[in-house]
Nanobody
């Protein structure tokens, strides 16, 4: 399984970015997809996940109401729409997936992308 993220960059506080993660190597629509992030000097943390069907989504509290995870199973791609960005959202964002159709924050991940940098200036 290969995961390739794109869409990161530099944005001012209050701005928006949309991250994309293109997946290949297995049947995309079966498995949940997740986004994690690692801020400078901090441990990697769960951001959001979406079930294989796209029906169920989960978010960490700090991004609820600002970030939206979605997927296009026809394009084998998962997205993270990030609005109202804050400086504390600055991190490397990683796409990840495991072996389950549903994932929450504690679900083990088997495959990871290389990450994309998001920097939010104040």
């Amino acid at each position: 399984v290969q995961l390739v993220e794109s869409g990161g960059g530099l944005v001012q506080a209050g701005g928006s970015l949309r991250l994309s993660c293109a997946a290949s190597g297995r049947t995309f629509s079966i498995y949940a997809m997740s986004w994690f992030r690692r801020a400078p000097g901090k441990e990697r943390e769960f951001v959001a996940s979406i079930s294989g069907s796209g029906i169920s989504t989960y978010y960490t509290d700090s991004v609820k109401g600002r970030f939206t995870i979605s997927r296009d199973n026809a394009k084998n791609t998962v997205y993270l729409q990030m609005n109202s960005l804050k400086p504390e959202d600055t991190a490397v964002y990683y796409c990840a997936t495991g072996v389950s159709p549903v994932a929450v924050a504690t679900t083990p991940m088997s495959f990871w992308g290389q990450g994309t940098q998001v920097t939010v200036s104040s």
